[in-house]
Protein backbone atom coordinates (compact mmCIF):
# COMPACT_ATOMS: atom_id res chain seq x y z
CA UNK A 1 0.00 0.00 0.00
CA UNK A 2 1.06 3.19 -0.82
CA UNK A 3 1.76 5.48 2.31
CA UNK A 4 2.99 9.22 2.62
CA UNK A 5 3.18 9.84 6.28
CA UNK A 6 3.97 13.66 7.03
CA UNK A 7 4.85 14.58 10.78
CA UNK A 8 6.46 17.63 12.40
CA UNK A 9 3.96 20.16 12.59
CA UNK A 10 2.86 21.85 15.52
CA UNK A 11 2.48 25.76 16.78
CA UNK A 12 5.21 27.44 17.21
CA UNK A 13 6.63 31.28 17.56
CA UNK A 14 7.45 34.07 15.09
CA UNK A 15 11.21 33.42 14.38
CA UNK A 16 11.05 29.99 15.54
CA UNK A 17 11.94 26.53 13.51
CA UNK A 18 10.25 23.55 12.56
CA UNK A 19 11.38 19.82 10.70
CA UNK A 20 8.78 18.18 8.95
CA UNK A 21 9.42 14.96 7.76
CA UNK A 22 7.71 12.58 5.10
CA UNK A 23 8.23 8.82 5.41
CA UNK A 24 7.27 7.69 2.38
CA UNK A 25 6.43 3.25 1.42
CA UNK A 26 4.90 1.74 -1.83
CA UNK A 27 6.33 2.74 -3.98
CA UNK A 28 9.59 3.16 -5.82
CA UNK A 29 10.83 5.79 -3.82
CA UNK A 30 14.22 7.33 -6.09
CA UNK A 31 12.39 6.81 -9.36
CA UNK A 32 9.65 9.14 -8.07
CA UNK A 33 9.45 13.07 -7.33
CA UNK A 34 8.62 13.80 -4.27
CA UNK A 35 7.17 17.66 -3.40
CA UNK A 36 6.46 19.87 -0.13
CA UNK A 37 3.39 21.54 -0.90
CA UNK A 38 1.20 24.16 1.52
CA UNK A 39 -2.66 24.85 1.37
CA UNK A 40 -3.55 28.32 3.79
CA UNK A 41 -6.54 28.45 5.06
CA UNK A 42 -9.45 29.05 2.41
CA UNK A 43 -6.70 29.51 -0.67
CA UNK A 44 -5.80 27.04 -2.99
CA UNK A 45 -2.51 24.67 -2.48
CA UNK A 46 0.93 25.60 -3.78
CA UNK A 47 3.98 24.34 -4.13
CA UNK A 48 6.67 24.28 -1.77
CA UNK A 49 9.58 22.30 -2.91
CA UNK A 50 10.53 19.31 -5.11
CA UNK A 51 13.19 16.74 -5.26
CA UNK A 52 13.30 15.47 -8.94
CA UNK A 53 13.16 12.08 -10.07
CA UNK A 54 15.89 12.33 -12.42
CA UNK A 55 18.85 13.45 -10.28
CA UNK A 56 17.37 14.06 -6.77
CA UNK A 57 18.20 17.67 -7.04
CA UNK A 58 16.13 20.11 -4.86
CA UNK A 59 14.00 22.70 -6.23
CA UNK A 60 12.54 25.90 -4.50
CA UNK A 61 8.89 26.93 -6.17
CA UNK A 62 8.05 29.49 -3.51
CA UNK A 63 9.94 32.79 -2.27
CA UNK A 64 10.65 31.29 0.97
CA UNK A 65 14.06 29.94 -0.25
CA UNK A 66 16.44 30.84 2.81
CA UNK A 67 14.72 30.16 5.26
CA UNK A 68 13.25 26.80 3.88
CA UNK A 69 15.44 23.79 3.06
CA UNK A 70 14.13 20.76 1.78
CA UNK A 71 16.16 17.40 2.05
CA UNK A 72 15.84 13.53 1.41
CA UNK A 73 17.53 10.13 2.96
CA UNK A 74 16.96 8.15 0.24
CA UNK A 75 18.30 5.10 2.37
CA UNK A 76 15.15 5.67 4.73
CA UNK A 77 12.43 6.87 2.07
CA UNK A 78 12.21 9.96 3.96
CA UNK A 79 12.35 13.56 2.83
CA UNK A 80 12.58 16.51 5.35
CA UNK A 81 11.63 19.68 5.69
CA UNK A 82 13.51 22.27 7.31
CA UNK A 83 11.64 25.90 8.51
CA UNK A 84 13.17 28.40 10.10
CA UNK A 85 11.91 32.13 11.02
CA UNK A 86 9.00 31.03 10.59
CA UNK A 87 6.38 34.08 10.25
CA UNK A 88 2.67 34.09 11.25
CA UNK A 89 1.78 33.82 6.96
CA UNK A 90 3.86 30.49 7.00
CA UNK A 91 0.46 29.08 8.95
CA UNK A 92 -0.89 26.69 6.75
CA UNK A 93 -1.39 22.32 6.39
CA UNK A 94 1.84 21.52 4.66
CA UNK A 95 1.39 18.11 2.52
CA UNK A 96 4.07 15.67 0.76
CA UNK A 97 3.51 14.16 -2.23
CA UNK A 98 5.13 12.10 -4.92
CA UNK A 99 4.92 11.52 -8.46
CA UNK A 100 6.58 9.68 -11.41
CA UNK A 101 7.00 12.73 -13.66
CA UNK A 102 7.42 16.25 -11.73
CA UNK A 103 5.51 17.95 -9.13
CA UNK A 104 2.43 20.50 -9.34
CA UNK A 105 0.03 21.44 -7.06
CA UNK A 106 -2.85 19.32 -7.87
CA UNK A 107 -1.11 16.92 -10.19
CA UNK A 108 0.58 14.45 -7.85
CA UNK A 109 0.29 10.76 -7.88
CA UNK A 110 -0.21 10.15 -4.14
CA UNK A 111 -0.46 12.48 -1.72
CA UNK A 112 -0.05 12.43 2.28
CA UNK A 113 -2.80 13.61 4.58
CA UNK A 114 -1.10 16.85 5.91
CA UNK A 115 0.55 18.12 9.04
CA UNK A 116 -0.32 21.41 10.47
CA UNK A 117 1.75 24.50 10.83
CA UNK A 118 0.31 27.09 12.78
CA UNK A 119 2.82 29.88 13.84
CA UNK A 120 1.82 32.60 16.23
CA UNK A 121 2.57 36.31 16.70
Known amino acids: EVQLQASGGGLVQAGGSLRLSCAAS????????IGWFRQFPGKDREGVSC????????SYTTTEKGRFTMSSDNAKNTVFLQMNNLQPEDTAVYYC??????????????WGEGTEVTVSS
Open 26 to 33: GFAFDNYA
Open 51 to 58: ISAIDRSI
Open 97 to 110: AADFGGCTPYGMDY
